[in-house]
């Protein structure tokens, strides 16, 4: 048992940081992100953390669009 | 029975020279190099000069791949903040390379993946290449339609438009759109530089000065851009392009996988040859997908195979 979740672990360790994201990825993590921005009380830092949301959500598809 | 002998040899003749009887796809020599030199990463930009091929990595990692030498080295790029990653990779001139460093950051590369020189940028930046002795960038724009792309030399307060590549008003939400006119870069042994934009099956090609042509390219599937939004593994019309001294345009395109083929592996599984006008000359589906064009000459292709070999491949 105990070497099982030791090859579990193991597993897990070796997907390399980088790995590509998925879009659902890129898209949850934009709902999460204008979420976190909507509760921001003032209006313009609101707007500039929405912005900041949809930069990052590019970011996140530019990898499996163009990277190689 | 000679006359129709005759007529066939001249009518195969004819089809010969004028390329109709290569569209179909080929039969292609694929002959292992060296390698891997690279494991399963993220490649975020990549040089070719003469036989020397640079890639960038998602792990900040600088890879020098030397054709000839069948040699590769590899350096971390450093000093970069824990939170920082790089992306693109560009050069103005033998050891003189440049990226960025987030969105917010140009950073200056030796060969040796020490950051020399950090110059901070007013707006967020996505994406980066190089035409001559200049720096061609893509700035985050939620506004089309506007040009695409802008060089300046490295550090310098003026650019101009470079390109007639502009951004698309396309029906979907602002990232999305974003995303869709992100623009890529292949290489060139010349002075022309191939770009697309993810969804479309054509070019532009540039000269140093920025003066553009476009040319559609027959006989690479595209996929609707919300399918290439919603595809975990999208299928990309093409990957990679590279244009050879003499103007042959070599394009890597995903493709499908053939029956039984391993569709998870990374890259693309159909490479293309064109004439300059556009015109397809040859077409093979490769037995193994590959991920970058690392040079070519008329005759042959060095790819960047999907598990990181170094290999050859002729039409």
């Not at chain 1, 999460?32 to 949809?54: H, K, P, T, V």
């Not at chain 2, 975020?44 to 990692?61: C, I, P, Q």
């Not at chain 2, 244009?243 to 053939?258: D, I, R």
């Amino acid at each position: 048992m105990r070497r099982w979740i030791l090859l579990g672990i193991l597993a897990i360790a070796a997907i390399p940081a980088t790995a590509l994201p998925t879009y659902a990825g890129c898209t949850t993590e934009l709902a999460d992100c204008y979420q976190r921005a909507a509760n921001i009380d003032s209006f313009w830092y609101r707007w500039a953390a929405g912005l900041d949301c949809e930069l990052d959500f590019v970011e996140c598809t530019r990898v499996k669009l163009i990277g190689g | 029975m000679p006359r129709f002998l005759i007529r066939s040899v001249v009518l195969s003749a004819a089809l010969t020279m004028c390329g109709c009887a290569r569209h179909a796809d080929s039969a292609v020599s694929w002959a292992v190099r060296f390698g891997p030199v690279l494991g399963n990463e993220l490649i975020v930009g990549h040089v070719v000069a003469e036989r020397t091929a640079w890639l960038a990595t998602g792990g900040n990692a600088l890879v020098r791949i030397d054709l000839d030498a069948a040699h590769h080295t590899r350096v971390s790029l450093h000093p970069l903040s824990q939170d920082e990653h790089v992306w693109g990779l560009a050069s103005t001139g033998a050891g003189d390379m440049w990226t960025l460093a987030g969105r917010g950051t140009l950073a200056q590369l030796n060969e040796d993946g020490v950051v020399v020189r950090r110059i901070p940028l007013d707006e967020p930046h996505v994406g980066l290449f190089s035409a001559g002795r200049e720096l061609v960038f893509q700035v985050m724009d939620f506004k089309p339609p506007a040009f695409a792309l802008a060089a300046g030399p490295p550090g310098g307060a003026t650019r101009r438009p470079w390109s007639s590549m502009q951004t698309r008003n396309l029906p979907f939400n602002r990232g999305a759109v974003a995303a869709l006119n992100l623009v890529s870069c292949g290489t060139t042994a010349g002075a022309l530089t191939p770009c697309w934009f993810p969804d479309q099956a054509s070019l532009t090609l540039s000269d140093r000065s920025g003066a553009s042509r476009d040319i559609a390219l027959e006989g690479l599937p595209v996929v609707a851009p919300e399918v290439l939004l919603a595809a975990d593994n999208p299928r990309r019309p093409i990957r990679d392009a590279f244009v050879t001294k003499s103007h042959a345009v070599w394009v890597l395109g995903s493709g499908e996988a053939p029956a039984g083929g391993d569709s998870t592996r990374p890259g693309g599984w159909v490479l293309a040859k064109y004439d300059i006008e556009g015109r397809l000359f040859r077409r093979a589906r490769l037995p193994e997908p590959a991920r970058i064009v690392l040079g070519a000459t008329d005759d042959e292709c060095v790819l960047l195979a999907w598990d990181g070999r170094v290999v050859e491949v002729r039409l």
